[in-house]
C-alpha cells in the first residue's frame, strides 16, 4: 500500500506543476498585440507603372555566328595576311653540309683570307669545314652575314608564336683553344 500512496502522491504533485503552467499569463500579451495592431498603419507605396514592350527586330541574323570556328579562322588568316613580312625560307633550296648541326654544336675555329674573299674555319666533332658570308648554316635556316677576326654573324630565320617567320640574330665566336 506504501507504493500506491507514494505514487498517487506523486501524481498529484506533478498536476499541481501543471495547473501551474496554465494559459493565465497570456491575456496581457493579447492585449498588447491588439493595441499595437490598431496603432500600426501600413503604408505601402505606390509602384510606378511598367514600361511598354517595344518589339525590336534581330539584326545579327545575316552575319555571322560568333561561336562558329571558321569566322576565327577568316579572322586569323586577315591578320596573317595584314602582318605578313615577306619572310619566309626557300625550302627548295638544296641545303648545305653546315645546315644538318644545330648551331650551338658549332665552333667557329679559324679564317682564312684571300685578296678577295674571307673564309671562316667552322669545327663540327672533328670535322672542319670552310663557309663564307652568304653560306647557310645551323638549323634554323641561318645565313652568315658578316665574318670578323673573332666572331661570325648570323641571320636565322624562325617562326613565332602566331605562325610568321621572323629574323633573329646569332654569333659564333672564334675558340682559341680548340682542338682540329
Avoid at 647557310?136 to 673573332?150: A, M, R, V
Avoid at 654573324?153 to 680548340?178: F, P, S
Wanted: charged share 30%.
Amino acid at each position: 500500500m506504501k507504493l500506491d500512496v507514494s505514487r498517487y502522491a506523486f501524481l498529484m504533485f506533478s498536476g499541481f506543476l501543471l495547473t501551474g503552467c496554465g494559459g493565465g499569463g497570456t491575456d496581457d500579451v493579447r492585449q498588447w498585440m491588439e493595441t499595437v495592431k490598431k496603432e500600426t498603419r501600413i503604408n505601402v507605396p505606390k509602384l510606378n507603372e511598367p514600361k511598354a514592350y517595344e518589339a525590336v527586330a534581330y539584326a545579327g541574323k545575316a552575319s555571322v555566328d560568333p561561336f562558329n570556328p571558321a569566322k576565327l579562322l577568316l579572322i586569323l588568316a586577315r591578320i596573317k595576311a595584314e602582318s605578313s613580312n615577306g619572310l619566309k625560307p626557300d625550302l627548295e633550296r638544296r641545303k648545305e653540309a653546315l645546315e644538318f648541326f644545330p648551331i650551338d654544336s658549332l665552333k667557329m675555329v679559324g679564317l682564312i683570307e684571300d685578296k678577295r674573299i674571307r673564309n671562316v674555319l667552322i669545327q663540327v666533332d672533328k670535322t672542319v669545314y670552310q663557309a663564307h658570308v652568304g653560306s647557310y648554316l645551323g638549323q634554323s635556316f641561318g645565313k652568315i652575314t658578316k665574318i670578323s677576326e673573332t666572331e661570325i654573324e648570323i641571320n636565322e630565320l624562325v617562326q613565332d608564336a602566331a605562325g610568321d617567320w621572323v629574323e633573329r640574330k646569332a654569333t659564333l665566336e672564334l675558340q682559341e683553344g680548340a682542338k682540329k
